[in-house]
């Protein structure tokens, strides 16, 4: 077998993804406007991409799916998608020159279904290498735009803007959508002994079933259909955006936690089933060992994360970690630390 060609170019790219969506599900097209608080973190996903000139003898797209074990080839597809359909879609709605052969690799240490946008910081990272492939660059806000417009209207799938924000922005943000799928983004500094006690205090606990939040999507927009953008569970989400701003500014992690809980209790009160089982009993956990704040991550349900805020007895943060993974083996605690940074992309030497 011949070996394949030297390559033209490798080209990086990561991107964060993100927790503590305090004021999520105000993002949406049904909430009309919204308000949202989120946290960028690590581990991010990461996107390679090695091109080539293409000799015509074989496909010009392969596709190495790594957490999966998959590799396969495809032809620039044309609206339909087969193994993984998001990356299939990045692709088409990107585009790849006629002249270029490109092997993408893709890799997240955060598992999918884990309620942290790991979809939209794959499909921001493959936006950005994949940019790296044309003249012009795309700015962060539009690569958010693009990997939402992607899940949306090529996939027809339902979800928010503030996954994709988070993921191109990186670090905490506090976002303001004024009119569906605008928004407008602010990027919220702080000194570095808040920034650092923050990441010592939080920490990610995945509940070890996933989902997809599209379908939650739908369970929540048929119970709300008729509610319009003004419906009254939706008030306190936007609250919860503003008080988790305001706390984090003042360095208060007693009223952050508190924006937490309340972001919770509002996520049940736009549907019950939001808020599970597994949520319950890590948070009861979370509760016993003195901590500030808990918040279902991204859209709840039956599976999905739950990110903790702890006190600063750091003793006592380890202490409930151990209890919760040792309560049921499919709980898992997830290393996390805030990114400063949102959509890096760079090449290597070939």
Known sequence: MKAPDRPLRIINAAAPIRICDNGGWTDTWFAGHGKVFNIAVYPYAEVQLCVRRHRGEAARITIHAENYGQRYSIEPPRGVYDKHPLLEAAIEYMGVPEKLAIEVSIYSEAPGGCSTGTSAAVSVALIGALDRLTPGRLTAHEVALAAQRIETELLKQQCGIQDQIASAYGGINYIEMFRYPHAAVSPIRVPDPIWWELEGRLSLIYVGETHSSSEVHQMVIRSLENAGPEAPQLKPLRLTAE???????????????????ENTQA??????????????????IARAHGA?????????????????????????????????????????????????FGLRVWETEP
């Open 267 to 284: 996520q049940e009160n736009l549907h019950p089933a939001l808020v599970g089982p597994h949520h319950r009993r890590i948070i009861e």
């Open 292 to 340: 500030l704040g808990w918040k279902v991550n991204g859209a709840g349900g039956t599976g999905g994360s739950v990110t903790i805020l702890s006190g600063p007895d750091r003793a006592a943060k380890r202490a409930m970690i151990r209890e919760i993974e040792q309560e049921d083996r499919r709980y898992r605690h997830i290393p996390i630390f805030l990114s400063r």
């Open 243 to 261: 008080k988790s701003r305001d706390a984090l500014y003042a360095g208060d992690f007693a009223a952050l936690g508190r924006a937490m809980i």
